[in-house]
Every structure is written in structure tokens, then in C-alpha cells.
């Protein structure tokens, strides 16, 4: 059986750390290890901050901007496996045009995306310009034995 | 989440000792920058900045500590940091900051 866990979130800074917590917390409770959970904090973080940076258009009302970055994530722990969506109904972007960094080069664009792909098992991420961004992420749990 | 910030300029050794202790992330990276522009506007000298209370870092804050150094290496200047958790050093790594901070 699927336990599910849906959030509908304000795109403000200050409810990242809740969607961080409550993310740490059900990946605690499933038997995740120290550094999985490490893993998912951070990968979740990522996502919700992209939402709240680039979700909306630079000089948007905050008004609107709340509106477009306001997000729901979906938490659905399956047996060995974490899923977590996110979805934003804000500006989107191409997907096509967004290149992983240069590992140490001094700029710090794009490396949110860049560590959730590193960390999180699976991803997949669907973005249309004026729809939105949904991102899925996967993490599986490692056999006890395995664990460090 | 907080954040605690400790600023304190180490005469002897011509640099800011910074003191990171709590979570780094987008609601908290405004004030790390917002601490660590003041020191340099005071002073530019090299940073030196202590992770070992530090639980939790992501781009956000890598982003800061990475815009600052950007901002004075070209002034012969450099941000080192020591004593990163574990989380804290793999981020480093996986953005391949570790070589130039650490």
C-alpha cells in the first residue's frame, strides 16, 4: 500500500525549511539512512527554491508573485521507494536549453538542478514556458546491510 | 530554520574569522551575504569561515559564499572553509567547490 502525503505551499522562502523537515521526517519513519535523508533534504530544497527564484517573471507584483510560485509537493512512500513531485504553475522554462554547470567554475546558476539529479536516484523533470514546472524525484532505500 | 553568524576580525592572522552555525538556505543566505558584505566593506581581507556547527548548506548558500569569493579573488584574496559535516562537504564536492574552498 502507497501511503500518500499531499502539501500545497506558499512560495516563501520561509516554508522551504518546513517542506525540508517534513520530507527528513517521512524518509526517517521509511528507514532511510543518514545520508539518504541527507540526500532528500537537500534535493526538495533545491526544487522548492528554484519555484520561488525563477517561478514567476523579474518584476512580477507580489501578489502575483505568491500566485505563481505558490506550489504542491506530493509524497508518496511505496515500500523501498520515496517518491516526491513538485509541481508550480509559474513561468516555466526549456528544458532543452538548461545545461549542468562546470563542476568548480565560480557562478552558481543552474546548480540546484544540478545537485537533485546528483542526489535523487531518478528524476524527471516536465516544463512548459507559461505552464509550469513538475519535477518527480525518486529515492530508493538501500538493504540495511548495505548501509554505512 | 535559524542561522547564527559569528563575525570576528583575527588581526594577527589579516583575516575575518566567520562562524556558521544552524541551516543555510533561501530564507536564511540573505543575511550570511548581507554579514559577510558588511565585514568586507569594512575591511577586504581574506575569510576564513568555520562550518563545524553548520547542519545544513544547499546552492543558495553555496551561491553566496561562491559570489563573495568571485568578488575579491581578483584582489589576490581568498574564502577558505573548514571543518564541513559530512552533508556539507558532498555538496561541496558535487559542485566541485570543494578544490577551491576547502
Known sequence: MTDILNMTVPGKPEYVATVRMTAAALAMNAGFD???????????????????????????????HLEKTKYEVRFEIDGDELSIYVEDHGVGYDPGRYTDPVPGEIKSGGLGIFIVKTLMDEVDIRSQIGAGTYICMKKYRRPASAAV | MAISIQVTDNAAEKRWDISLAGEVDIATAPSVRERLSAALAEKKQNILIDLTDLDYIDSTGLGVIISVYGGIRADGLSVKLKNPKAGVRKLLSISGFDKSLL
Open chain 1, 34 to 64: 543518514i545520508e539518504a535523508i541527507e540526500d532528500i533534504k537537500v534535493a526538495i530544497s533545491e526544487a522548492c527554491t528554484n519555484i520561488i527564484l525563477h517561478g514567476d517573471e523579474p518584476g512580477t507584483s507580489e501578489e502575483l
